[in-house]
């Protein structure tokens, strides 16, 4: 559906908050003392110039943003293995799960782009599942289109055996992930 709604091109920034606890309350209204691990968010709209803060209550617990692009967040889980996404809209408050990846990670890089008429994920990263395990660095990708088109997820390179990704440092230009 997101990629159904006309592009205003606008750009807008967002500030993650990680860890941020809000505390549970009581029936009575008195402050439970325990806390549930949450997200908030700035988004700054420079056209204006004006600040919007906004929370993601329903990110579940041990998710981590990854990306983001064409006004969607890209949230990956934390837990060793083949790794859940999510695709959130943060001013709709929608949550679209993509299907689990293929190749066991422990922290790969995840790149996002989102045109009008696709959305393109790409993880990269080694595929083992322990800190002291061989490396075998590839990518895989996932693909879909407003047509209603989606590919599942593919290997679609292996990388050097000595390079070295960084968590989180992948972007995407000229219709290319770099790392």
Known sequence: ?????????HTWFIFLMQNVRA???T????????????????????????WHRIHFPMIPPGYSPAASS??????????????????????IGSISPLPPTLVPRLFPSVGLTVTNASVDVTVAGDDMVSPYAVKNISSESF????????????TTSCLPRLCSLESGQMVHARGKFYC
């Open 1 to 9: 559906l997101y990629l159904q709604v006309p592009n205003k091109l």
């Open 23 to 25: 505390a549970s309350m």
């Open 27 to 50: 029936s009575d209204g008195i402050n439970s003392r325990r806390y549930k691990p949450t997200f908030e968010a700035y988004l700054l709209n420079p056209d204006e110039p004006s």
């Open 70 to 91: 064409g006004g969607l967040i890209c949230w990956v889980s934390n837990e060793p293995g083949s790794k859940s996404l999510l695709l959130s809209n943060p001013i």
């Open 143 to 154: 693909h879909l289109d407003n047509g209603g088109f989606y590919s599942v997820w593919g």
